[in-house]
């Protein structure tokens, strides 16, 4: 994200979707070190917007969290996610 950044503000344009979690914003057993990495991620996002609001560039260059469903693998067999 960081990395294209300085060429999108150049272009001023650009659009960056980065693949979140539902994990990211609920708790729930075995999932911590998975949940923290997408919670991070997400706060990313959410800061790196206000940034490019701030700057003038927030209608120019979006940052998008996409929060998708369970995918079924072994990881969320018995979980509530």
Sequence with gaps: MLK???LMKA???G???NVA???GTI????????????TALVRAV??????????GLGDEIQV???????VLTDMPK????
């Design 4 to 6: 294209v950044l300085p």
């Design 11 to 13: 272009r001023k344009r």
């Design 15 to 17: 659009v960056i979707i």
């Design 21 to 23: 979690s539902r994990a």
């Design 27 to 38: 708790d729930y057993v075995g999932s911590f070190a998975y949940a923290v990495s997408k």
């Design 46 to 55: 959410g800061c790196i917007q206000k940034e490019l609001d701030a700057e």
């Design 64 to 70: 998008y969290a996409l929060h998708p469903g369970a």
């Design 78 to 81: 018995g979980s509530p996610i």
